[in-house]
Nanobody, 121 residues
Framework: QVQLVESGGGLVQPGGSLRLSCAASGSIDSIDAVGWHRQAPGKQRELVARITGGDTTTYADSVKGRFTISRDGARNTVYLEMNNLKPEDTAVYYC???????????????WGQGTQVTVSS
């Protein structure tokens, strides 16, 4: 069984920074693309940042220049560094990942349980 666990959320003042982590565990053979998404109350979930298996990154326009996605392949962990946070960044942040388990030839999409980020003074 594969698990994705997000951590690093919390309360931060506007202009502050947080680093979120998305750690994958289980019988993992390969991790392809990983994405960070967020969902604010009353809004649809949106893609914030994505990193491919080849480390190509893409970002939502609203976070470009402020957020950075990166991966530590040795630890099966993807990070989201968030700087210059704004109140509109407040949301539950989720990661998802395409993962191939050691016994399979197929990739399966997994989601984490989410971590709350609140930006407020």
């Amino acid at each position: 069984q594969v698990q994705l666990v997000e951590s690093g959320g919390g309360l931060v003042q506007p202009g502050g920074s947080l680093r979120l982590s998305c750690a994958a565990s289980g019988s993992i053979d390969s991790i392809d693309a990983v994405g960070w998404h967020r969902q604010a109350p009353g809004k649809q979930r949106e893609l914030v940042a994505r990193i491919t298996g080849g480390d190509t990154t893409t970002y939502a326009d609203s976070v470009k220049g402020r957020f950075t996605i990166s991966r530590d392949g040795a630890r099966n962990t993807v990070y989201l560094e968030m700087n210059n946070l704004k109140p509109e960044d407040t949301a539950v942040y989720y990661c998802n990942a395409n993962i191939r388990q050691s016994w399979s030839i197929h990739y399966t999409l997994y989601w984490g349980q989410g971590t709350q980020v609140t930006v407020s003074s």
